[in-house]
């Protein structure tokens, strides 16, 4: 049973296309999070959600609206895709007041291709 | 420059060698340290984590942290070919929810057999 679970895999899109990205955990965690990894391995956080809030919205382009239905759930909508979104993105959760910063599970990440 | 600094590598060693990864940060409210392993195209996975400046173990990792420098450093001892992967350091701030992660940029090991 998949803790974190990220579709699609892979994403192959043309540029100005709008694709949206889920993220289910089973985890029980309260909080979830998107981070994007670029071509040189460098992960930083885009946003995180605490119980459907959010709480970390970090320097990103507008394009990019994250939505979280309930707090088991976090989706990333791009739109307007451009060649500099191409990345792997990952969602993660962690269970904050329990384990802080310590008790993060990632997904397997979603590899974006913008052509 | 970058929050927090780590050598990309790649890192090559012979198969039993000890590994030697660090990593330097200049953000002094950092008091949390990580180490994550991330394989190909797998999402990162907590190897280690210390709060304090010190040494900690487990099997054949350990995890340094020397906060007066600011220098946090993980070792791998009788590497194996399965810990070629690429290791990637994190810090954080604690905060009541939403403990954001600042990565390294990961450093590539490859162990030969």
């Known amino acids: 049973d998949t803790a974190v679970s990220q579709t699609p895999k892979y994403l192959v899109t043309q540029m100005g296309n709008d694709k949206s990205i889920k993220c289910e955990q089973n985890?029980?965690?309260?909080?979830m999070y998107w981070y994007k990894q670029d071509s040189k391995k460098f992960l930083k956080i885009m946003f995180s959600?605490?119980?459907?809030?959010?709480?970390i919205n970090e320097t990103v382009p507008n394009r990019f609206s994250p939505k979280s239905p309930d707090k088991a759930h976090l989706n990333l909508h791009i739109n307007s895709l451009e060649l500099g979104d191409s990345a792997v993105y990952f969602c993660?959760?962690?269970?904050?007041?329990?384990?802080?910063?310590?008790?993060?599970?990632f997904g397997s990440g979603t590899r974006l291709t913008v052509v | 420059q970058k929050e927090v600094e780590q050598d990309p590598g790649p890192l090559s060693v012979p198969e039993g060698a000890i590994v030697s990864l660090n990593c330097t940060y200049s953000?002094?409210?950092?008091?949390?340290f990580m180490w994550y392993r991330q394989y190909s195209r797998k999402g990162p996975e907590l190897l280690m984590y210390?709060?304090?400046?010190g040494n900690k173990e487990d099997g054949r990792f350990t995890a340094q942290v020397d906060k007066s420098s600011k220098y946090i450093s993980l070792f791998i001892r009788d590497s194996q070919p399965s810990d070629s992967a690429t290791y990637l350091c994190?810090?954080?701030?604690?905060?009541?929810?939403?403990?954001?992660?600042?990565f390294g940029g990961g450093t590539r090991v490859l162990v030969k057999p």
């Open positions: 993660a959760s962690s269970q904050d007041r329990i384990r802080g910063p310590y008790g993060y599970t």
């Open positions: 985890l029980g965690h309260d909080t």
């Open positions: 959600y605490n119980n459907k809030e959010l709480i």
């Open positions: 953000n002094s409210a950092f008091q949390y």
């Open positions: 210390t709060y304090s400046s």
């Open positions: 994190a810090m954080s701030e604690i905060k009541a929810a939403g403990n954001k992660l600042t």
